[in-house]
């Protein structure tokens, strides 16, 4: 049955073989949104009419052919508004899409509609609410997509990355996610917050469909050949494991488990002392790349900006050009060691977040587990790991070595299929 349970590559598969239209698919999603959304306010701009004025123009080709996809809100669209959630750009038309928009059109994908980010990806919070929990936060700045996506409103979604905001909310919502090594997906038309760690990300519902994505936004993406052998795991704590809660530690630990059961071998990874400066550092390089990112919104429109963000241009305020120089210096110093330390695994493992969703909407809770290898512009995956039907999500981060992506996805998708009892993890070929 054709709607929003299944995965993106079975509804492109069916689009392109003839076994419904993207007119169809439309009609489904559409369906699910006008249920749910007063609920959920995962978008901030959407038009049904236009969504099925675009799903009858589709001509059934392409990776993606009749995909629905929402579209974070920091991503210029021409049909939409781009406001960042901010009042200083209420009702701001770009004349194009951005580029990763545009090839996602030219694939044969369905935009959905704009969904809620904070304020310039920043720290500032939305509506939106989490699918599982309507109490609860869906997570940080690609929070709409993330929701949508859990919501069953769209089949993939874009969001980005600069700390955790594409892997934490993959984390609460329950869903699988793709970040990319830095500097491989085009930013052009996308809003700067971090230029050292800023990078397009998207969500899916299994790891095919991360990879699917992965062949429209990364043209010439290589991705290597299977090997039928047992995987060689990493399970890396970082210093900061006491943020950890039970629950979260106890799933991980079974998880672990699992893959151990299924063949694969998992050993612990301890970092060396230095590395336990890597959060502070990725802190005051993002607080200083931000304030110079948003110089024209603070000189202009002060008032308009949030207590978080002021609070943001503060800490840059105080922070002197030797000393960001000086933490860009150490993660530069530190990533070959990394890349050693790490280069006996296919994979390290990890925690993507140290607890499951808090309570309230204007708390997303730390992103240090995320930002820490982000930090090195490595490559990220979530994995959502399995839950009893009352338990909140849990997700199991999986990384990779820089611009090993085709690897890591590979990695991935053995992982989620030794996870027994994930939720919708079909493997591609």
Not at 168 to 181: E, H, Q, R, T, V
Not at 305 to 324: D, I, K, V, Y
């Amino acid at each position: 049955m054709i709607g929003p349970t299944l995965d993106a590559t079975a509804l492109s598969e069916a689009v392109v073989h003839g076994g419904t239209t993207a007119a169809a698919i439309a009609e489904a999603f559409l369906e699910r949104i006008q249920a749910q959304e007063p609920d959920i306010q995962a978008f901030v701009s959407f038009d049904a009419r236009q969504v099925l004025a675009d799903a009858e123009k589709n001509n059934g080709r392409g990776l993606l052919a009749g995909v629905p996809v929402g579209i974070k809100d920091i991503f210029d669209t021409a049909a939409y508004p781009t406001q960042f959630y901010s009042p200083i750009y209420t009702g701001h038309q770009p004349s194009r899409d951005a580029h990763v928009v545009t090839l996602l059109r030219q694939a044969g994908a369905l935009i959905m509609g704009k969904t809620h980010t904070t304020e310039f990806a920043y720290m500032h919070t939305g509506p939106t609410r989490n699918p599982h929990d309507f109490a609860r936060t869906p997570g940080s700045s690609s929070a709409g997509s993330a929701a949508g996506m859990a919501a069953g409103f769209f089949a993939l979604a874009l969001g980005t990355q600069t700390a955790g905001s594409l892997l934490k909310p993959a984390s609460y919502c329950g869903l699988f996610a793709f970040k990319p090594s830095l500097g491989l997906v085009s930013l052009e038309g996308v809003k700067p917050l971090a230029p050292s760690f800023d990078t397009v990300g998207w969500y899916g519902r299994s790891v095919r469909d991360l990879h699917l994505v992965a062949r429209v936004l990364i043209p010439g993406f290589v991705t290597p050949d299977v090997e039928r052998r047992p995987l060689q795991l990493g399970f890396c704590r970082t210093s900061r494991w006491d943020q950890v809660e039970p629950e979260v530690a106890r799933a991980l630990e079974q998880a672990v488990d699992q893959l151990r059961s299924a063949g694969h071998h998992v050993s612990e990874v301890r970092l060396p002392n230095e590395f336990a400066g890597v959060f502070d550092d990725h802190q005051l390089i993002n607080d200083c790349e931000g304030a110079r990112s948003l110089a024209k919104e603070f000189q202009q429109h002060r008032a308009q900006l949030s207590p978080s963000t002021l609070a943001m241009f503060e800490r840059a305020a105080a922070t002197t050009w030797e000393q960001e120089s000086a933490a860009k210096a150490r993660l530069a110093n530190l990533a070959p060691r990394l890349n050693e330390l790490c280069q006996p695994f296919d994979a390290m493992l990890g925690a993507t977040c140290g607890m499951v969703a808090p309570m309230g909407l204007e708390s997303t809770g730390p992103s240090d587990f995320i930002k820490f290898w982000g930090a090195f512009g490595w490559p990220q995956v979530n994995i959502p790991l399995p839950r009893a039907e009352a338990q909140l999500p849990i997700g199991l981060q999986i990384i990779g070595r820089f611009r090993h992506d085709g690897s890591l996805l590979r990695a991935a998708s053995r992982i989620a299929a030794g996870l027994q009892g994930s939720p919708q993890t079909p493997t591609w070929p």
